[in-house]
């Protein structure tokens, strides 16, 4: 049972344009959103997040959509840059049910 | 700054041995988790604590026990491994937020890559 998906499991995006990854949740309880990034051996590191009753957030060249009709948000990265690249996590929270999609590698081309 | 740290960094265990995976975390955080993250899966919370003395069960927590007698340390202990506890085990901490698991942007250890034969 994946409550979070990230049906991607890969992108590939040329440096300087916009990078946009993707994830679906199936629990309509889940009321707070992370994205975490991680590089090969090394653990996850923060990006940004959005709480259920907002449906953007933005920091820097990070942004957050939240689409809560259709239970989807989505993280655009722009410009995309060589160092993004990496595997990307969204994750739902709901109480004390914390949830982690697959992850999607995103490869950004120079 | 440290963050959080996890020792070891790797470690290969025969079936039916026992370890303890060490997570101490220098950012005086109220929260810290356990994670384990198989082959092409996202991250699957084993358990959490949300203060000394207080622990409680994630997703995935058969086989596995854990501890918080200070604010610092969570160790993770095996019993009796088994090959399907080979995987890769994160340590996060967080500050306190939101209800239940915290809100609050979580900080992970490198983690420890553990093989069962």
């Known amino acids: 049972d994946q409550q979070v998906k990230q049906n991607s499991p890969s992108l590939s995006v040329q440096e300087g344009r916009i990078s946009i990854l993707n994830c679906d949740y199936t629990?309509?309880?889940?009321?707070?959103f992370l994205w975490y990034k991680k590089y090969p051996a090394e653990g996850p590191t923060f990006l940004i997040s959005i709480s259920s009753i907002k449906d953007k957030n933005e920091d820097g060249r990070f942004t957050v959509f939240l689409n809560k009709s259709a239970k989807h948000l989505s993280l655009h990265i722009v410009p995309s840059q060589p160092g993004d690249s990496a595997v990307y996590f969204c994750a739902a929270i709901a109480g004390n049910k914390l949830v982690f999609g697959a992850g999607t590698i995103l490869r950004v081309k120079s | 700054n440290a963050g959080v740290t996890q020792t070891p960094k790797f470690r290969i265990l025969k079936i039916g041995q026992s370890m303890t995976l060490q997570c101490t975390q220098d950012m005086n955080h109220n929260y810290m988790y356990w994670y384990r993250q198989d082959p092409g899966m996202g991250l699957k919370l084993i358990y959490y604590s949300v203060g000394a003395g207080i622990t409680d069960k994630g997703e995935v927590p058969n086989g596995y026990n854990v501890s918080r007698s200070t604010t610092e340390d969570f160790p993770l202990r095996l019993e009796l491994a088994a090959p399907s506890q080979t995987s890769v085990y994160f340590c996060?901490?967080?500050?306190?937020?939101?209800?239940?698991?915290?809100?609050?942007?979580?900080?992970f250890g490198d983690g420890t890559r553990l093989s069962i034969l």
């Open positions: 629990n309509s309880m889940f009321d707070y």
């Open positions: 996060a901490s967080s500050y306190q937020g939101g209800y239940g698991i915290s809100n609050q942007p979580q900080h």
